[in-house]
């Protein structure tokens, strides 16, 4: 006997509710890092990967075809253009140096303000949101950056960006990442196995996630935490659940809470993250420490029965 819909939704939202607790838990615990896809960025005015895909098909004269390989037809241009041609085209798309903000999205993955985020995206926003509430991150897009972290916050732009002229989106690139993010590799492989992941805003058509996925399904296993993924565009689909599941990913499929698909997402994200008045942003963290040299001095001037008068703007 077949299990209805309803009972479906119901298991489904049992799942979602206690793969929440854990990934709570992991946030409070400081054992949760993200990872972000480029899903995170559309709303601020960058491509889809789909609609990137559709615009080097128009510039090589080639149909589209659903099914096409994205890693592919970026190679297809290199090949034809050469390195010059396709990196300007690559900025055009992408349209890197246009004065682009961060969105709702990127300010809701900021609040989490977790010890390390890790993107496949070339854009900066992560940087700006973070520097706007006074966070205080390091990034990492390169090998030799690594050497040089102690203990910082951490983005790490694990496909470089356009800054730095070593962004990762045609197949040589991915074919070649070993060799040329051996480092940046090493580190985000150690974080898949020692602490939770939540991947925001992937589709499951995104090459990185396949990349991503691979790594998980050769380091999680019986004694890892396996992965977890918020999928806030299409509805439960079985099938497709147990498959990523399978690689050590679990999909939980955010509609099922809201009617709009973004508002469900968002409202998820605000039920992993518990709100704490022990988190301080880095200007309330600076402040809180010049108060407590200040009470020092204080404290050492009244010795001496020298007056001080220090205060403190809101």
């Not at 890693?71 to 290199?78: E, H, K, S, T, V």
């Not at 010890?115 to 030799?144: A, H, P, S």
């Amino acid at each position: 006997m077949s299990e209805s819909k309803d009972e479906k939704i119901v298991e489904m939202n049992s799942f979602v509710k206690e793969s929440i607790q854990i990934l709570r838990e992991a946030y409070l615990s400081k054992k949760l890092v993200l990872f972000v896809g480029s899903g995170a960025d559309i709303d601020s005015g960058i491509p889809s990967w789909s609609s990137a895909i559709h615009d080097f098909c128009d510039h090589l004269h080639l149909e589209y075809e659903a099914g096409t390989d994205y890693l592919r037809i970026p190679q297809y241009y290199f090949n034809s253009r050469g390195k010059k041609e396709y990196v300007e085209l690559c900025r055009k798309i992408f349209r890197h140096g246009q004065q682009l903000q961060p969105n709702e999205f990127h300010g809701k993955i900021a609040a989490f303000h977790v010890d390390t985020m890790i993107t496949t995206n070339y854009t900066d926003f992560l940087e700006q949101e973070m520097n706007r509430r006074g966070y205080i991150y390091r990034t990492v897009c390169q090998d030799k950056d690594l050497p040089y972290v102690h203990h910082e916050k951490l983005i790490v732009k694990m496909h470089g960006d356009f800054a730095h002229d070593n962004f990762v989106l045609k197949e040589d690139d991915y074919l070649k990442y070993h060799k040329n993010f051996r480092l940046i590799e090493t580190y985000v492989k150690s974080v898949i196995a020692n602490h939770v992941v939540l991947f925001l805003g992937y589709s499951f058509q995104d090459p990185d996630l396949k990349q991503l996925f691979s790594w998980v399904k050769d380091i999680v296993g019986d004694d890892f935490q396996q992965a977890y993924l918020l999928e806030g565009i299409k509805d439960y689909n079985k099938n497709e659940f147990e498959y990523y599941r399978n690689l050590g990913v679990n999909i939980l499929y955010t509609n099922s809470c809201r009617k709009d698909k973004k508002d469900a997402l968002f409202a998820v994200m605000d039920m992993i993250r518990q709100e704490s008045s022990e988190q301080l942003s880095g200007l309330e963290e600076a402040k809180r420490y010049l108060r407590l040299i200040c009470i020092s001095t204080i404290s050492c001037t009244d010795m001496w029965k020298r007056p001080v008068h220090v205060s403190f703007g809101s």
